[in-house]
Nanobody, 123 residues
Framework: QGQLVESGGGLVQAGGSLRLSCAASGRTYAVSWFRQAPGKEREFVAAIDWGGTMTHYADSVKGRFTVSRDNAKNTIYLQMNTMKPEDTAVYYC???????????????????WGQGTQVTASS
């Protein structure tokens, strides 16, 4: 079980793009991205399996965000395009042993979390 460190957050104008990275110190299996806006609960954004062949997205980001991974670098990415002000949040990556779509949004099934990176999309 490795530690996760997110990076790549920042300020972007609405319509712009950012790419977040989640670097793992050890091997990770299924990995998901979550986000938490001020005053709101942490919500699921995207998930990817160990091989990078299966992905799943929240409806709010489908078609705009893409999750990918490079296992040689132990890094998972979240490419965010056509960003909206409502994408503003702290973004976290988290890992768990298996990729299972039905429980992808259940935070209790994840055992490792990063510290988060702030993303702000201005209007």
């Amino acid at each position: 079980q490795g530690q996760l460190v997110e990076s790549g957050g920042g300020l972007v104008q609405a319509g712009g793009s950012l790419r977040l990275s989640c670097a793992a110190s050890g091997r990770t299996y299924a990995v998901s991205w979550f986000r938490q806006a001020p005053g709101k609960e942490r919500e699921f954004v995207a998930a990817i399996d160990w091989g990078g062949t299966m992905t799943h997205y929240a409806d709010s980001v489908k078609g705009r965000f893409t999750v990918s991974r490079d296992n040689a670098k132990n890094t998972i990415y979240l490419q965010m395009n056509t960003m909206k002000p409502e994408d503003t949040a702290v973004y976290y990556c988290a890992t768990r042993p298996a990729y299972y779509v039905k429980t992808a949004s259940d935070r209790r099934t994840y055992y490792g979390w990063g510290q988060g990176t702030q993303v702000t999309a201005s209007s």
